[in-house]
Each structure stands twice: as C-alpha cells, then as structure tokens.
C-alpha cells in the first residue's frame, strides 16, 4: 500500500467540516483518528512557505491540512490574528456557508478565503479556513482547519521564503487499526521538479 501512485488526499468542504473539524471539536479526548491524519498547529507562528514540514501528510498538489484553534486580535470582538513574522493573512471575499449536499441541505459550516501578503505585496500563498457551525454557542479557541495553497510553481515554494532547496519527507499514515493507508500517502516534491 506504500506509495501507490496517483491516491491523493482531496476531501470535499463537506468532508472537512463534517468528518475532520466536527469531530476535532466535540470529540474530547478521542480524536486520534482524525489527528493522525491533519496536524495541530498555530498558523500564525510560521510563515507560509515553512507550514509544508508541519504537515502529517506531504503533498504533491501543494495543498496542506492543517488544524488550528481562533485566537482574536483583542480581547473583545471577533477580529483574528493573522500577522506572521515576514507578512500576514488577508481575508478576500465573502464568507460562503457549507451545507450537506444531501438530505435537508443543512448548513454545517463556513469558509473564509486569505491570501499571504509579503512586504505590502500579495503572494501565490491562498488559505482556505473552516469554521464548523456545530457548536451552540460558538466557543472561543474552537479548532479550525486551514487548507493552505501554494498557488505557483513547485520550484517557486522555497524562492518565496528567500531559502533555496527546502526538503520535505512524507509521514506514512496509519488508520485506526494500524495499517498504513495508501490514500493518505503522498509523494512529495523532495526537491524543485523532482519526486521521490
């Protein structure tokens, strides 16, 4: 199951919210099987092109998962933090609900689209961040999922950051029964245009 070529980790918005981030935020202490498959990190304490590393999963399209909790700007309000060390996120566009595509089409969710701006100037780096509405009331440090993109060339990711040739090794997956899962194994860009 090891590196089969051509599985690729894609789940829909609706997975996202229903089966990863619901589950990540009425879970309690029981969400290893989702953990084992999208890490916990604070978006904000990296740089864009430093997030790849911190993947459980490497990716060739250049899309990774990753769960975060909201941390507000100030203490009162809604507005989040969202500045890096070398640039900071910008929402664009308009938050667009997530509903199950079957059954009563009940909303389950929200998505908001950023984009990294790098001194003053918009980058190839696009977020998709996911608020999940089945908490009542919404709770403060409730998990996200942030879906981050390079939007670019592959041999561009480490030339954004100043660095040349940063390497990334795949984590193998494991399902809750401990055999390795071939969909969620990615070959990964180990260097600018070639795979290993």
């Known amino acids: 199951m090891e590196n089969l070529v051509g599985l690729r980790f894609i789940p829909t918005d609706e997975e ?4 990863y981030l619901r589950l990540k935020n009425i879970g309690g202490s029981n969400t290893s099987h989702v953990d084992e498959v999208i890490s916990t990190v604070n978006i904000c304490n990296f740089d864009p092109w ?4 911190q993947s ?5 399209d250049q899309v990774w998962h990753f769960f975060g909790r909201k941390e507000s700007k100030y203490n009162k309000g809604e507005r989040q933090k969202r500045k890096t060390k070398s640039g900071f996120w910008k929402k664009t566009g308009n938050t667009l609900p997530i509903k199950r595509k079957r059954g009563n089409r009940q909303k389950i969710g ?15 780096w696009v977020m998709h961040e996911y608020h999940a509405s089945c908490l009542s009331p919404p709770q403060s440090g409730a998990y996200t999922i942030c879906k981050v993109q390079f ?4 041999s561009e990711i480490s030339s954004s950051s100043g660095v040349d040739n940063v390497e990334h090794s795949p984590t193998p997956m494991t399902n809750p029964g401990g055999s390795e899962v071939g969909q969620y194994l990615f070959y990964f860009l180990r260097s600018q245009n070639h795979i290993s």
Do not use: C, M, T
């Open 56 to 60: 459980r999963i490497a990716s060739s």
């Open 16 to 19: 996202i919210v229903d089966h």
């Open 110 to 124: 929200e998505k908001q689209v950023l984009v990294f701006y790098k001194n003053g100037s918009k980058s190839n």
């Open 151 to 154: 939007k670019g060339e592959a």
């Open 50 to 53: 430093d997030l790849p590393p």
